[in-house]
């Protein structure tokens, strides 16, 4: 499924002092793709008792 999202100047901002995006890729659409993209791949399901 492919959707699309905004992603806000602080959310960049966010994502550069996180270091999933180097500073000199804050304008970058595909840079930022990537990172939302790998954010997204690493959610885990969690249970109400913490288990997984």
Do not use: F, H, N, Y
Not at 16 to 26: C, K, L, Q, S, V
């Amino acid at each position: 499924m492919c959707v699309r999202v905004v992603v806000s100047r602080r959310t960049r901002d966010v994502l550069t002092e996180a270091r999933w995006i180097g500073e000199w890729d804050e304008d970058d659409p595909k840079a930022v793709e990537r990172a939302v993209q790998i954010l997204l791949d690493g959610i885990q399901p969690v249970t109400r008792d913490g288990s997984g």
